[in-house]
């Protein structure tokens, strides 16, 4: 926002310099970004007229244009096209001196051009630069620019945060600085208008209280539009407002002093002279004022008569109802909107305006009749209006006053300085606000242009900003050593144990698309087709929130290998996302890795090594082991995306937890890999909820062991892991230790039927076991493995 010191200096008496009051509003909240001193780089720039425009003789876009002066006549060479004849310009004649450039006596396309006509943008009072800034008709010829528009002023740039939508206008503004210097609020005079009892009456209907809060209409006949007077004109032109007609301006004009936005429709054009604020209907038009035609939704708020929609509220006016040169009776709008409202519209439609900008910052509903008192009587005095007698005032719901408690020592208490009752009191009246005393509490009441402030901490923080919060001790809060939650904690060092086996992290995309799933070869009925689907995907073919890391992986391999990588290992922890029983859904922690080509080179001691099924499995037993959950069980699985002989499902005790193989053929083309590539995917969540609290530190044993080697006969169907586990319950608390070292199928054994040998060690805390003890393990665990495997001891 940008704010004029000279118009601040008229409604509050500033003694101190710029750079004290920058300071000042910056210690309160106010921040002023920069300090323009737009006058400072511009001389030589005076009124001219102009007297001629033809047309270039070597080019189609530029115009010849004759101007006269105190000094005589000019020719100019121009590219602007929104001026004619008899209009009034800035004229940089050569010599003058512009922001970033001088001007000199020069060509263009083979025509001598004698200066330069300004637009806004290159006197830098404001960002448009489509044509040349047309000054007031009463402008007088030779006049320096600089003191006819006010530049010679100090242009404060502020960033109104969006709780403080009372500082975006002048009078807010002029309200905080009087209560940083201690000096009274000065409101502008009020011209009193020629009220009359005027026939043509106004009828305002609200069918969306929630939408529209308050809607105040006044009515003014008998206008007269034309150009306004140079002041008000200079005062728009400082910031960065462009002059359009009398009225347009005055409720710019009105906008910038006291924050309402307002805007003044043809009444003549509005049909019954009756006004309906109202949502509108699906597929419902507007042309607004910038020649677009807009398509509605019904959540959208509009301004209609019996005829159609006239206006998006709080945004932009419609083209049909604007004020033009034949109007001559006004009806002007001065209302309340709901924020959201007119932020979600502006959003959709891509239009934002200075109305909008404060709506969705949220207006003061008691301001709205205020300001269009202010605006009636200025357009009365400057177009010769009369105004109507009485304002239409709709409000469906009247505003109840707000009300807070403030203790003065609780102020102390959470500033960390002492402030003096006295003074908190004072502080809360400068800014506008009504305060009793009552005992050691005061009673405050907040006034409707503050919406941030709603409780006792509300009023500290408004007392703090006055005193000052460079005045504030810096302490430092209490609380505890910050660190790792302990799953952050597992993360990270399961990460650190798969980089020291070899791999690579990789963090690939959250969304994915179903043609990933069709490379993968799923089911229809997989579980991993059931994905959270997005509403407003940024690409088509990523719609879904992914419910497998492989695919992300397997695209990263196949980049890799492209680019000359002999081979891939590489690994991910992240979230995956399944439909929850809830609206969110459920967020699990994965891992997988993928592995693909070569695993080592070729030395003169061997030949190159790729990726199996063994290695991989390697891998997996190596990185858990640290989390100390006891040994994996691998089981014979399948199904895709895995080859179908070669594919395990792992679990931890009876708990499974993920699936390891080699890859099939079949995805590993599509995916573009190595034919033979692994990859693993665990889903962590149980692990982790099983997790010890910490590791457990057993005493070193001081007896010896006794070491026993046992092979079972089994058949062929029975998992390794079963009659592991067999031996190792059965074998409790004396068997420490369970190894497979030999697996045979042969002619020393049936057909349909395999040999495992298991070495085991034996131990007992408190002493040293005998050989009949170690017979009656040996018995307990031949009777087990019998019973739950139907396994025979091999002698």
Not at 183 to 199: D, F, I, M
Not at 241 to 258: A, C, F, G, W
Not at 731 to 752: A, K, N
Request: glycine share 8%.
């Amino acid at each position: 926002m940008r704010a004029s010191l000279r118009w601040l200096s008229e409604l509050v008496d500033i003694d101190v310099s710029v750079d004290k009051l920058v300071e000042l509003l910056n210690f309160s909240g106010t921040k002023v970004e920069a300090v323009h001193s737009i006058g400072a780089e511009v001389s030589g720039v005076v009124v001219a007229e102009v007297a001629a425009v033809t047309a270039h003789p070597n080019a189609d876009n530029l115009s010849l244009v004759e101007v006269t002066g105190a000094d005589g006549s000019h020719r100019v060479v121009c590219g602007a096209t929104n001026f004619a004849v008899g209009d009034r310009v800035p004229f940089a004649a050569v010599g003058a001196r512009l922001p970033g450039m001088s001007i000199g006596r020069r060509k263009i396309r083979g025509e001598p051009s004698e200066g330069m006509l300004c637009s806004a943008a290159e006197l830098q009072i404001s960002d448009d630069h489509l044509g040349i800034l047309i000054l007031p008709p009463e402008a007088e010829l030779g006049t320096d620019v600089v003191s006819l528009l006010g530049l010679d002023d100090n242009i404060l740039e502020l960033e109104i945060t969006p709780n403080r939508p009372d500082c975006m206008g002048m009078v807010g503004l002029a309200r905080e600085i009087s209560a940083l210097l201690g000096h009274e609020l000065k409101w502008p005079a009020q011209p009193e208008p020629r009220a009359a009892s005027l026939t043509p009456a106004v009828t305002v209907e609200i069918t969306d209280p929630q939408g529209c809060p308050r809607y105040v209409a006044r009515y003014l006949e008998e206008v007269s539009i034309g150009p306004s007077p140079l002041w008000l004109a200079s005062r728009l032109v400082a910031h960065g407002m462009r002059p359009i007609s009398n009225i347009v301006d005055v409720t710019n004009y009105v906008m910038l002093e006291t924050g309402q936005p307002l805007h003044a429709f043809d009444a003549d054009t509005i049909v019954e002279r009756r006004i309906v604020v109202r949502r509108a209907g699906e597929g419902e038009t507007v042309v607004t004022l910038d020649g677009v035609e807009r398509t509605l939704e019904r959540p959208d708020l509009v301004i209609a008569d019996p005829s159609g929609a006239i206006a998006i509220a709080g945004i932009m006016g419609g083209a049909a109802t604007e004020v033009s040169e034949t109007t001559g009776a006004v009806i002007l709008e001065s209302a309340c909107f709901e924020r959201a409202s007119v932020s979600r519209t502006g959003r959709r439609l891509f239009l934002r305006t200075e109305a909008s900008v404060r709506f969705e910052r949220g207006s003061d509903p008691q301001m709205a009749p205020v300001a269009a008192a202010r605006a009636a009587a200025l357009i009365a005095k400057l177009a010769g209006g009369r105004v109507a007698d009485e304002p239409v005032d709709a409000q469906p719901q009247p505003l109840e006053p707000r009300r807070a408690t403030l203790r003065p020592a609780r102020t102390d208490h959470l500033l960390g300085i002492e402030v003096a009752p006295e003074a908190q009191e004072k502080h809360l009246r400068s800014l506008g606000f009504e305060v009793s005393s009552s005992g050691s509490e005061l009673e405050v009441t907040i006034p409707s242009w503050r919406q941030d402030v709603a409780s006792e901490v509300d009023l500290i923080e408004e007392v703090g900003r006055l005193e000052g919060f460079d005045r504030l001790p810096a302490t430092l809060p209490a609380g505890v050593r910050g660190g790792l939650e302990p799953e952050q904690s597992v993360l990270r060092e399961l990460a650190r144990a798969l980089s020291s086996c070899g791999l690579h992290e990789a963090w690939t995309p959250t969304f994915m698309g179903a043609g990933a799933l069709d490379a993968l070869g799923v089911s229809k009925e997989d579980p991993v087709r059931d994905a959270v689907q997005l509403v407003n995907p940024m690409n088509e073919d990523e719609r879904r929130l992914r419910t497998t890391l492989l695919p992300g992986l397997l695209g990263s391999c196949a980049r890799n290998l492209a680019h000359g990588a002999p081979g891939a290992a590489l690994f991910e922890l992240a979230r995956v996302y399944r439909p929850g029983a809830d609206v969110l859904p459920d967020e699990p922690a994965t891992l997988a890795a993928v592995f693909c080509g070569r695993r080592s080179a070729a030395t003169w001691r061997k030949g190159e090594v790729v990726w199996d099924f063994y290695a991989t499995k390697g891998v997996l037993d190596a990185a858990l082991k640290f989390l100390r959950l006891g040994p994996l069980a691998y089981v014979a699985a399948g199904g895709m995306p895995f080859h179908p002989t070669r594919v395990a499902s792992v679990s931890v005790g009876s708990e499974g937890i993920g699936i390891v193989g080699e890859l099939h053929p079949e995805v590993c083309k599509r995916f573009e890999v190595a034919e033979q590539s692994l990859a693993f995917e665990l889903d962590l969540t149980p692990m982790l909820a099983s997790l010890p609290d910490r590791p457990k530190v057993a005493e070193l044993p001081r007896f010896p062991p006794i070491y026993m080697d046992l092979a079972f006969v089994v058949d062929s169907s029975v998992p390794q892991a079963t009659l592991r586990r067999a031996i190792a319950d059965s074998g409790r608390p004396e068997v420490t230790s369970v190894e497979l070292f030999d697996l045979y199928e042969g002619e020393q054994v049936m057909q349909g039927k395999k040999s495992l040998a298991y070495a085991l060690e034996l131990r007992s805390r408190d002493r040293t076991l005998t050989d009949e003890e170690a017979a009656a393990v040996r018995a307990r665990i031949v009777s087990t493995v019998a019973e739950r495997t139907g396994g025979e001891l091999r002698s």
